[in-house]
């Protein structure tokens, strides 16, 4: 292994494409620190900067053989942070949204009445999202919980964005008409 440390990155680069494992050990070693460092200092959870690095290394091992580095290892893995840290960025973007309009619709005070009733009501609507069928309930988590795309989503469950919007309107439907119930009834 001490001998990879004397190798360029365009050596250790060429050695990866052929499924080298010490090889890939020595880039991980070389960079990880570097990338947490660039990861962490855009992110406010270290354990995000964390996946975010995990996530590049894992993709770099996966690609190894079709890997085509037109710059530098050290611009290709510090541009690849960039692109994963606005992803994740985006993704709590949209979560946080979510969670504040969620609170803004249900009116939330600080008053432990009103924060009752919404945990109550919060609680109703996880009891309907899990009678969704699975597919169904799958599609909706993604989509209002982690904010995912209706093209992200088909792209990761591997279906059509019709299937997506046609799965996310009867789960939609189905919350709504239960929600509906349930609110009638307290009324």
Same mark, same amino acid.
Request: net charge positive.
């Given at each position: 292994?001490?001998?990879?440390?004397?190798?360029?990155?365009?050596? /250790?680069?060429?050695?990866?494409?052929? =499924?080298?494992?010490?090889?890939?050990?020595?880039?991980?070693?070389?960079?990880?620190?570097? /990338?947490?460092?660039?990861? =962490?200092?855009?992110?406010?959870?270290?354990?995000?900067?964390?996946?975010?690095? $995990?996530?590049?290394?894992?993709?770099?091992?996966?690609?190894?053989?079709?890997?085509?580095? #037109?710059?530098?290892?050290?611009?290709?893995?510090?541009?690849?942070?960039?692109?994963?840290?606005?992803?994740?960025?985006?993704?709590?973007?949209?979560?946080?949204?979510?969670?504040?309009?969620?609170?803004?619709?249900?009116?939330?005070?600080?008053?432990?009445?009103?924060?009752?009733?919404? #945990?109550?009501?919060?609680?109703?609507?996880? $009891?309907?999202?899990?009678?969704?069928?699975?597919?169904?309930?799958?599609?909706?988590?993604?989509?209002?919980?982690? =904010?995912?795309?209706?093209?992200?989503?088909?792209?990761?469950?591997?279906?059509?964005?019709?299937?997506?919007?046609?799965?996310?309107?009867?789960?939609?439907?189905?919350?709504?008409? =239960?929600?509906?119930?349930?609110?009638?009834?307290?009324?």
């Amino acid at each position: 292994m001490d001998r990879y440390k004397i190798f360029t990155d365009v050596e /250790l680069v060429a050695l990866l494409k052929k =499924g080298d494992k010490v090889a890939f050990a020595e880039i991980y070693d070389r960079y990880w620190d570097k /990338l947490f460092s660039i990861a =962490g200092h855009k992110l406010e959870q270290l354990e995000d900067a964390e996946e975010v690095v $995990q996530n590049i290394f894992i993709a770099l091992w996966n690609r190894r053989e079709t890997l085509n580095i #037109t710059s530098t290892l050290n611009s290709y893995l510090a541009v690849s942070v960039k692109y994963r840290v606005i992803k994740v960025l985006e993704k709590l973007y949209r979560q946080k949204k979510y969670a504040d309009s969620l609170g803004k619709e249900c009116g939330l005070d600080d008053s432990t009445q009103e924060w009752l009733e919404f #945990t109550a009501l919060k609680a109703s609507l996880e $009891q309907l999202v899990k009678k969704l069928p699975d597919k169904c309930q799958l599609v909706y988590r993604m989509s209002r919980e982690e =904010g995912f795309s209706q093209k992200e989503i088909a792209g990761k469950l591997d279906i059509s964005e019709k299937t997506v919007e046609a799965h996310l309107g009867k789960a939609l439907k189905t919350i709504r008409s =239960g929600l509906n119930i349930l609110i009638s009834m307290l009324l």
